[in-house]
């Protein structure tokens, strides 16, 4: 019997002859080293009854119906899909951004992270089907956040991010019984919002996408808030809406 | 003899694929790639070319690492979007195994940010791959191809998901998705000796699960 190690290496060989990876010169030699050792046969053997095994009973599975829509979608080659009708009635786009504040006692833990989505999610569909979708419209940031203040214990970050994404105004969303702050950005004839949650103690991490009932959403921490940027804009229009905020300076 | 050895195994791999145990095979794009393309392709068509007809391999594959279809889901959409924003630097070539590298390392990036539990056990890979698992473990001179034959679905696709992850990759873009070696040293980011290693310790360890059952 050979030693144990040189043995696991011929066995290496052995698959890679099955799988079809070897040279006809090595081929040749694992052929030679299988005829004169049962325990290598029987490895072959093993290997091709796996393999068989394998194409037997693993294809591939098939995406879900709705994911080819939802990659195009998110890449800007077909708008999200639209399901109720009133939404024909919102703007073509609406980014919803929460900002929440660091006074406020919401914390959102990563098990409810679901349920902070689904009520920040449901808090852009109600805004888009009332009458207007902010409670203080302004274009000007020394507007909109002294207006937050006196409303919720502190305000949110408000910058203004150039002409690609023009502040439209903020309102409060309610958030799991918690008010919290929502700034409204404009991008092309779509509305933008953005809300922020209060995260205390939770690190900085980088922009994450999921999407919910056809909105595409990015959450992100920064200086322990939870920012949530919520729309109906393709992923990559909304990154880079997180990202110009993300990066502009506090005080521009 | 040992691990450090199997770096050599590529050695074995046929002459013409031959070139270093870590393979480029994601040509760079040239302007005489460009120029093949004069018909003004934009970035939303070469996405559709080069990436949407793999859809369903990255589904699968990220099905497969992150055992759930939801989350499965949001890696490919999220692998999508890096795939666009690299579609314009990378060139014709191996369209399917540069997908599947981005959707690889989205859904491991994907797990630790949200299912840091899950991968847990990737620590204590070089634990278990030192070990002597293709050998210890089968008897060596009973193939028991009868046995193997008879396992049903849901039993073989248990024994997979209890492999740790290097494992489980390996197997399934060799035996599900048919990569070859070399492709598969690509998308893990490998030498082809450590493909080799994990491809017949995951085939022993499947085979010894089911024949327990």
């Given at each position: 019997?050979?030693?144990?190690?040189?043995y696991?290496?011929?066995a290496?060989?052995?698959?890679?002859?099955?799988?079809?990876?070897?040279?006809?010169?090595?081929?040749?030699?694992?052929?030679?080293?299988?005829?004169?050792?049962?325990?290598l046969?029987?490895?072959r053997?093993?290997?091709?009854?796996?393999?068989?095994?394998?194409?037997?009973?693993?294809?591939?599975?098939?995406?879900?119906?709705?994911?080819?829509?939802?990659?195009?979608?998110?890449?800007?080659?077909?708008?999200?899909?639209?399901?109720?009708?009133?939404?024909?009635?919102?703007?073509?786009?609406?980014?919803?951004?929460?900002?929440?504040?660091?006074?406020?006692?919401?914390?959102?833990?990563?098990?409810?992270i679901?349920?902070?989505?689904?009520?920040?999610?449901?808090?852009?569909?109600r805004?888009?089907?009332s009458?207007?979708?902010?409670?203080?419209?302004?274009?000007?940031?020394?507007?909109?956040r002294?207006?937050?203040?006196?409303?919720?214990?502190?305000?949110?970050?408000?910058?203004?991010?150039?002409?690609?994404?023009?502040?439209?105004?903020?309102?409060?969303?309610?958030?799991?019984?918690?008010?919290?702050?929502?700034?409204?950005?404009?991008?092309?004839?779509?509305?933008?919002?953005?809300?922020?949650?209060?995260?205390?103690?939770?690190?900085?991490?980088?922009p994450?996408?999921?999407?919910?009932?056809?909105?595409?959403?990015?959450?992100?921490?920064?200086?322990?808030?939870?920012?949530?940027?919520?729309?109906?804009?393709?992923?990559?229009?909304?990154?880079?809406f997180?990202?110009?905020?993300?990066?502009?300076?506090?005080?521009? | 003899?040992?691990?450090?050895?199997?770096?050599?195994?590529?050695k074995?791999?046929?002459?013409?694929?031959?070139?270093?145990?870590?393979?480029?095979?994601?040509?760079?794009?040239?302007?005489?790639?460009?120029?093949?393309?004069?018909?003004?392709?934009?970035?939303?068509?070469?996405?559709?070319?080069?990436?949407?007809?793999?859809?369903?391999?990255?589904?699968?594959?990220?099905?497969?690492?992150?055992?759930?279809?939801?989350?499965?889901?949001?890696?490919?959409?999220?692998?999508?979007?890096?795939?666009?924003?690299?579609?314009?630097?990378?060139?014709?070539?191996?369209?399917?195994?540069?997908?599947?590298?981005?959707?690889?390392?989205?859904?491991?990036?994907?797990?630790?940010?949200?299912?840091?539990?899950?991968?847990?056990?990737?620590?204590?890979?070089?634990?278990?791959?030192?070990?002597?698992?293709?050998?210890?473990?089968?008897?060596?001179?009973?193939?028991?191809?009868?046995?193997?034959?008879?396992?049903?679905?849901?039993?073989?696709?248990?024994?997979?998901?209890?492999?740790?992850?290097?494992?489980?990759?390996?197997?399934?873009?060799?035996?599900?998705?048919?990569?070859?070696?070399?492709?598969?040293?690509?998308?893990?980011?490998?030498?082809?000796?450590?493909?080799?290693?994990?491809?017949?310790?995951?085939?022993?360890?499947?085979?010894?699960?089911?024949?327990?059952?």
């Amino acid at each position: 019997m050979m030693h144990a190690t040189s043995y696991e290496d011929a066995a290496l060989r052995v698959h890679a002859y099955v799988d079809g990876e070897l040279d006809p010169a090595n081929a040749l030699g694992v052929e030679a080293s299988i005829a004169m050792d049962p325990a290598l046969a029987a490895e072959r053997e093993r290997v091709e009854a796996f393999r068989g095994l394998m194409r037997e009973h693993l294809r591939p599975e098939a995406p879900p119906p709705g994911l080819r829509a939802r990659v195009e979608a998110s890449v800007g080659m077909r708008r999200p899909r639209m399901q109720p009708s009133w939404r024909a009635l919102a703007a073509s786009i609406a980014v919803t951004a929460v900002v929440a504040s660091g006074a406020t006692s919401m914390v959102v833990a990563p098990s409810g992270i679901s349920t902070a989505r689904d009520g920040i999610v449901d808090a852009h569909i109600r805004s888009l089907m009332s009458s207007q979708p902010i409670d203080v419209a302004s274009s000007d940031r020394h507007t909109v956040r002294p207006w937050f203040n006196g409303r919720i214990p502190q305000a949110p970050r408000v910058v203004n991010l150039g002409s690609d994404f023009p502040l439209v105004g903020g309102r409060i969303d309610v958030v799991g019984a918690v008010p919290v702050p929502t700034l409204v950005y404009g991008h092309g004839k779509h509305l933008i919002s953005l809300t922020a949650v209060p995260a205390a103690g939770r690190a900085n991490s980088a922009p994450a996408l999921s999407e919910r009932g056809g909105y595409n959403i990015f959450r992100w921490t920064e200086g322990e808030v939870n920012y949530w940027a919520v729309s109906d804009a393709s992923a990559l229009e909304l990154d880079k809406f997180a990202e110009s905020f993300r990066t502009m300076p506090p005080d521009q | 003899m040992g691990i450090a050895n199997l770096q050599d195994q590529n050695k074995l791999i046929r002459a013409s694929d031959r070139s270093g145990g870590r393979v480029q095979i994601f040509p760079v794009r040239t302007a005489e790639s460009d120029d093949r393309m004069a018909g003004g392709e934009d970035d939303h068509q070469r996405f559709a070319r080069l990436v949407l007809p793999h859809l369903g391999d990255a589904y699968s594959l990220a099905r497969w690492i992150t055992a759930n279809r939801a989350d499965a889901e949001d890696v490919v959409q999220d692998a999508s979007l890096r795939a666009f924003r690299a579609i314009g630097n990378v060139a014709e070539g191996n369209s399917r195994a540069w997908v599947l590298t981005i959707v690889r390392n989205t859904a491991y990036t994907w797990l630790r940010k949200n299912r840091p539990s899950v991968l847990a056990v990737v620590d204590d890979l070089e634990a278990v791959e030192s070990a002597q698992v293709v050998t210890t473990e089968l008897d060596r001179e009973t193939p028991e191809t009868a046995l193997i034959a008879k396992t049903d679905a849901a039993s073989l696709q248990a024994a997979i998901a209890e492999l740790p992850p290097a494992y489980r990759e390996t197997l399934i873009l060799r035996d599900v998705h048919g990569l070859g070696y070399r492709e598969i040293s690509q998308v893990t980011d490998v030498p082809i000796g450590t493909v080799m290693s994990r491809l017949a310790r995951g085939r022993a360890r499947v085979i010894k699960t089911i024949g327990r059952k």
